[in-house]
């Protein structure tokens, strides 16, 4: 009986032990499970535009999601509210539906990496009717912060770059141009952003982004490396990213802020900022290409290489009314010219031939 009772206690010794061992290893794996999410959350691989290899990651000094516990107006906060701005749980709404509104949220640390990418979720809608809204919002890579303005709520010649969602056709000869309109600007401190043709002049490139009154998220995503300034979209629900523009030879300083602002004027809108999601690229570079990314560490004034080239299309678009006007004219005069000598010729053969019959 004894030994019975021995064998059974032996028994369950063992099969505690087994199931002891089993929790544990079941645990130690859930926790390695998680970790392995955790690292593939902040850390990233993906791949460049030049089929260079890069890895991603989120910074949070950068970032700003909910339940936005960074803003404020005490010196430890990461971001600062400006305007109208305000914060609810959903979204910082930088400008209501409502008229001569503006806002913006501006991070409190300046920016000092090489390659960087922003990924930014936002959310436009409002009472109005198509083009009876206004005026769009902005998200910003700049030298300057904290300031208000006619460009989408922030200064004028401002100085780095501004990517804008242009939600309301300034200019009326807008046909081949469907609003709202994505485009980017690299400012160096004295251009000016031409709002009666809808920054025409001074943009590098853009894409129709129809984003108003929709049901789903709609994501911005500013990429800038290697020199290269790329801006993609995704407004359609189909979560994959579509080509807005492809920049290469950008040149911005480090050590700017980065922000988003909104206003509207005798047209509003809801313009909601969700999140904007700043992740580190690290790229491996050859040597030559690590020296030329230190020299340009150290330029102070934003540029993009021939810049005249991107902007051709703008000049010739201006130029076309004056060029049309004049081939009229000179249309115009040639077929009087025409008509005058051909009456003159006439007027010649009818002399000769009455003189033939005397």
């Not at 099969?15 to 290893?25: E, P």
């Not at 109005?128 to 912060?145: I, P």
């Not at 300083?253 to 047209?267: E, R, V």
Request: proline share 3%.
């Amino acid at each position: 009986m004894a030994a019975t009772m021995l064998e059974k206690k032996i028994a369950f010794d063992s099969s505690w032990n087994s199931f002891l061992h089993f929790s544990f290893h079941r645990n130690m794996t859930n926790k390695m499970h998680w970790i392995i999410l955790l690292l593939l959350a902040i850390s990233r691989k993906c791949w460049c535009e030049d089929g260079h290899e890069m890895e991603e990651f989120l910074k949070r000094e950068y970032s700003l999601s909910k339940p936005y516990q960074g803003i404020g107006s005490s010196s430890s906060s990461h971001w600062e509210l400006m305007g109208d701005a305000m914060i609810t749980t959903d979204h910082v709404r930088l400008t209501p539906d409502m008229q001569s509104k503006q806002g913006a949220v501006w991070s409190r640390i300046p920016c000092f990496l090489r390659d960087w990418e922003l990924q930014v979720h936002f959310k436009i809608h409002g009472q109005g009717k198509k083009n009876l809204n206004g005026d769009g919002l902005a998200v910003w890579y700049s030298k300057e912060r904290m300031q208000t303005g006619p460009v989408f709520g922030n200064q004028d010649m401002f100085t780095g770059l501004g990517v804008f969602v242009d939600t309301y056709p300034n200019e009326e000869k807008h046909l081949e141009r469907i609003f709202p309109y994505v485009l980017a600007m690299v400012g160096n401190g004295s251009l000016t952003y031409d709002h009666e043709r809808d920054g025409r002049p001074t943009e590098l490139g853009g894409c129709t982004a129809v984003v108003r009154n929709l049901q789903h998220d709609t994501f911005l995503f500013i990429r800038y490396v290697r020199r290269r300034l790329t801006v993609m979209i995704d407004v359609d629900g189909q979560h994959e990213w579509k080509d807005c523009l492809d920049i290469p030879g950008v040149h911005l300083p480090q050590g700017y802020y980065f922000g988003a602002s909104a206003i509207t004027g005798d047209l509003s809108d809801n313009h909601d900022l969700i999140s904007m999601k700043l992740y580190q690229l690290t790229v491996l570079r050859s040597k030559e290409e690590e020296e030329q990314a230190a020299k340009d560490d150290e330029i102070t004034i934003p540029s993009v290489d021939n810049i005249e080239l991107l902007q051709g299309d703008v000049v010739e678009g201006k130029m076309s009314g004056v060029a049309l006007f004049f081939t009229v004219l000179f249309s115009l005069l040639g077929c009087i010219v025409l008509v005058i000598i051909g009456l003159a010729l006439y007027s010649h053969w009818s002399e000769n031939s009455r003189k033939r019959f005397y």
